[in-house]
């Protein structure tokens, strides 16, 4: 069974920091397409950012210049380094992994920043 576990969310002051982990059990993780999406009440679900296999980086036009995207194939895991926070970056945060034959999903992890 695959699984997907995010971590690292939380309350943080509008400026801060906060990076955002998901391990991933899959077996081929090392050549899935993997991101991240958020999704904030009333709104539609959205990708923040995603990563290719082959290295491949795409940022939502809100979040480039302050979120990176990264993934440790040997570890299973991918990051969200988000800087530079605003409250309009508040809401679930979603692992999305693109599988060979399925796509999956973690549970999500609340991000609330505060003005």
């Known amino acids: 069974q695959v699984q997907l576990v995010e971590s690292g969310g939380g309350l943080v002051q509008a400026g801060g920091s906060l990076r955002l982990s998901c391990a991933a059990s899959i077996t081929t993780f090392s050549r899935v397409t993997m991101g991240w999406y958020r999704q904030a009440p009333g709104k539609q679900r959205e990708l923040v950012a995603s990563i290719t296999s082959g290295g491949t980086l795409n940022y939502a036009d809100s979040v480039k210049g302050r979120f990176t995207i990264s993934r440790d194939n040997t570890k299973k895991t991918m990051y969200l380094q988000m800087n530079s926070l605003k409250p309009e970056d508040t809401a679930v945060y979603y692992c999305?992994?693109?599988?060979?034959?399925?796509?999956?999903w973690g549970q999500g992890t609340q991000v609330t920043v505060s003005s």
């Open positions: 999305n992994v693109q599988g060979l034959v399925h796509h999956y």
